[in-house]
């Protein structure tokens, strides 16, 4: 019950009692439950609901009638009443033209927030109609009533920030699953923040791949006190660390919705938006229906050319730098470069002849990924996405920038199809296309996407397909140039399955290169570009013999479980693509055990995408050129929301000859 509304409630119960009149009150009654009539006229006829009253209220249709019948604090009221309708025919009408996808928790509490202080605007207007019609013994009336609601109000808030964190503390702790200690408000906020400044400033040797100690601190102290199964705290949310294999594939592999995708917060919504990746239950499984078509391997094989061809662009510019700089190579960031080529690559295979439109999404995608990180370890406070902040003004900006470039492009497609020329062979065609087949009315017709389900999908597979493969094509460049063995094994399969370096790739020769997958999935296993995942439970649940809370997070650490060396061996911690000789499955003692794509109904549906476009790109490099990390390199990983070399990667590039394979 709203604030404001608990006054007004508990006054009116008191007065009930008293028998005293309450003329505001029974104004508000007389305007919102029977039908009025003035000089015989009906102003509010019959309706079927109070959805259909409150429609006919926002239209506004009763105010030439009743206006002048009304003294002052009535149309005070009654223009509250206005106001408040409006709004809940705005949530009404967002989540109709969304259909079930926006009817998520993120959306309640955009419509609650908004009716909230449309509410609390009518209810001091209602509350100055008492004070007026009462006298001094209604203002007693109003403060008692208003302690009664503050002492409710704070008796809940210590049951949320108090007395809850210390039940389920208590409950996993009769378990035997422990952590550091609760504190009100923040949680382990503090020494997290505090453990992860005292590491930024650690570098790495070359040779090591343990990142943890810099990027995940408190995570590697937690686990040595507490074991692989702890309990965190975010803010007032208890977190479960789930550092066993078999938790975690019971997490991953659910089916039943019990272990749902979390809230990811306005501005991470406005950077991915609600595709894939974050919605859940019927909604998932109709996005998923429409969208996977475009993934098909069939369908990848055909874009080989569109990846070659983007690769080949940036390659040319190499080499010309590198013929310029002679036999000493020359010294390239490789890491932004491959962030444009990926980009210039998802333009091209996700919105064809529309790629210069991509790449300004592009642009603001990234803009938009830095909003995002810097908000992502501060505490949320409900509304602040309101508010209008420098970073918020601009994320709404971008967010407009995105939108209207997307709907350009979606319009345009819509309107060759009316044609009869097609929505286009490219990922956003070929989504249109199975979306305009579920579109044919009725049952079919609810398993189509809305308009904005397809901008968000459009976020999803643009942001995933451009700065995952970037960072897994930089630190493969990194591996291989700090293993220059492997880097020659893998440029003599290129060669031999692909051919030279004039010879055009083809999907079928890339996917014949066995080393250069298994290169890339050992990559992906020590600096995958997630290197945590969360989930959330639904309901109570019985996790492998653990009793999991409705509302816990469920924390999975990826980049530790791919260092577990009771499940990758002894040598977890070293690069040695061999182990994945005979396939993903059988890389470890544990099956399925590579994470970075996750598992079950959930795993990443553009998976096979990265992995070809990657293996274009490496052929391109590895048949033109040899290199080498170079000297000024700093080993750094950072989480930027994704994993990536903190300082960038600078690569030394020496030309090889195109028909020999040498320097």
């Known amino acids: 019950m709203l604030f404001l509304s608990s006054i007004l409630m508990l006054t009116r119960v008191t007065h009930d009692l008293t028998k005293t009149p309450l003329p505001a009150v029974a104004v508000r009654d007389r305007f919102m439950s029977a039908p009025v009539h003035s000089q015989g006229r009906r102003i509010f006829p019959r309706h079927s609901s109070d959805k259909a009253f409150a429609l006919y209220l926002a239209s506004g249709r009763w105010r030439h009638r009743y206006t002048p019948y009304l003294n002052k604090a009535e149309s005070a009221l009654l223009h509250s009443v206005n106001i408040y309708t409006h709004t809940q025919r705005h949530c009404w009408h967002t989540q109709r033209r969304t259909r079930r996808h926006h009817s998520t928790v993120h959306l309640r509490a955009d419509c609650s927030l908004l009716q909230f202080a ?370 020659q094994q893998l440029r003599d399969e290129v060669i031999r399955e692909c051919g030279g370096a004039d010879v055009p790739l083809r999907g079928d020769a890339l996917n014949k290169l066995k080393l250069v997958t298994m290169v890339l999935y050992e990559t992906l296993r020590l600096y995958g570009a997630v290197p945590m995942i969360a989930r959330q439970a639904t309901a109570d649940a019985d996790l492998c013999g653990v009793k999991v809370p409705k509302g816990t997070l469920l924390l999975i650490p990826i980049a530790m479980l791919h260092r577990d060396e009771e499940v990758w061996g002894a040598d977890a911690g070293a690069f040695n693509p061999l182990r994945f000789r005979d396939g993903m499955g059988r890389a470890a003692a544990h099956p399925n055990a590579l994470l970075s794509f996750s598992l079950g109904p959930r795993s990443c549906i553009g998976q096979d995408f990265a992995m070809l476009e990657a293996k274009a790109t490496l052929a391109l490099i590895l048949r033109r050129f040899a290199f080498a990390v170079a000297p000024e390199y700093v080993h750094a990983p950072a989480d930027f929301l994704t994993l990536q070399p903190s300082k960038g990667l600078p690569v030394v590039l020496k030309l090889l000859d195109p028909h020999t394979s040498a320097i």
């Open 118 to 487: 449309v509410w609390v605007h009518a209810d001091f207007l209602i509350v100055s109609c008492l004070l007026l019609d009462m006298g001094t013994g209604g203002v007693a009336l109003v403060a008692a009533a208003l302690a009664v609601v503050v002492v409710t109000r704070l008796w809940t808030v210590l049951l949320h920030l108090v007395w809850r964190p210390y039940a389920v503390a208590s409950a996993f702790a009769r378990q035997g699953i422990r952590g550091p200690p609760y504190r009100v408000l923040v949680g382990n906020s503090k020494e997290v923040q505090a453990m992860r400044a005292a590491t930024s400033g650690d570098t790495l040797d070359l040779t090591s791949h343990d990142y943890i100690p810099r990027v995940m601190p408190q995570y590697r102290a937690w686990m040595s006190l507490y074991g692989k199964v702890f309990l965190t705290w975010s803010s007032s949310t208890p977190a479960l660390f789930v550092g066993s294999y078999d938790m975690v594939r019971r997490v991953l592999f659910d089916k039943s919705g019990l272990y749902g995708k979390t809230d990811p917060g306005p501005t991470i919504l406005s950077l991915i938006g609600m595709g894939l990746v974050f919605t859940d239950g019927d909604d998932w499984s109709r996005h998923r229906r429409i969208v996977h078509p475009a993934f098909a391997m069939d369908k990848l094989k055909s874009m080989t050319g569109a990846m070659a061809a983007c690769a080949a662009e940036v390659i040319r510019t190499w080499e010309a730098r590198a013929a310029a700089s002679g036999e000493q190579g020359v010294t390239v960031e490789v890491g932004q470069q491959f962030t444009e080529l990926t980009a210039d690559v998802i333009s091209h295979t996700a919105f064809g002849s529309s790629y210069r439109q991509g790449k300004e999404v592009f642009l603001a995608q990234r803009e938009l990924q830095f909003i995002a990180f810097a908000s992502i370890n501060s505490v949320r406070v409900p509304g602040m996405q309101y508010v209008p902040t420098k970073a918020n003004v601009r994320r709404w900006q971008l967010e407009r920038t995105v939108r209207g470039t997307l709907m350009a492009i979606i319009g345009e497609r819509h309107a060759a199809a009316k044609e009869a020329r097609g929505y286009g062979s490219d990922l956003l065609g070929l989504m249109l296309e199975a979306n305009a087949a579920g579109d044919g009315g009725g049952k079919r017709h609810q398993q189509a996407m809305s308009i904005d389900e397809i901008i968000d999908e459009c976020k999803t597979f643009f942001f995933a397909g451009h700065d995952t493969t970037a960072h897994l094509l930089t630190w493969a460049m990194f591996l291989l140039g700090t293993h220059p063995e492997w880097q």
